[in-house]
């Protein structure tokens, strides 16, 4: 079983920077996924990044592209979204996820574990 645990939210302005981070305990394997999802109060949960365990490829939401980056972290066993030019829309809870399988596999109804997520709010 793996399990997810993310850190790193909080309040930043319009234009500022934040690097989120996920750290993964569990059996992983290099053909696996990673992914970041958010979800604002009301609404269904949307794909933000998502990333191949070995690093070999990314993939994006259009409304994530150019301005937030996906990575594996410094430590290990943990994933980075680093997250630039915010905006007021980009408030929302952020969630780590796990796929067991590529990247081209990867769906939100078909994740296999979740974390518990951490909020963050973009002021105007």
């Known amino acids: 079983q793996v399990r997810l645990v993310e850190s790193g939210g909080g309040l930043v302005q319009a234009g500022g920077s934040l690097t989120l981070s996920c750290a993964a305990s569990?059996?992983?394997?290099?053909?696996?996924?990673m992914a970041w999802f958010r979800q604002v109060s009301g609404q269904d949960r949307e794909f933000v990044a998502a990333?191949?365990?070995?690093?070999?490829?990314?993939r994006y939401a259009d409304s994530a592209k150019g301005r937030f980056t996906i990575s594996r972290g410094d430590a290990e066993n943990t994933v980075d979204l680093r997250m630039s030019s915010l905006k007021p829309e980009d408030t929302a809870t952020y969630y780590c996820?796990?796929?067991?399988?590529?990247?081209?596999?990867?769906?939100?109804?078909?994740?296999?574990?979740w974390g518990k997520g951490t909020l963050v709010t973009v002021s105007s």
């Open positions: 569990g059996r992983i394997f290099s053909r696996d996924s």
């Open positions: 996820a796990y796929r067991a399988g590529p990247l081209s596999t990867l769906h939100r109804n078909g994740m296999n574990s």
């Open positions: 990333i191949s365990w070995s690093g070999g490829g990314t």
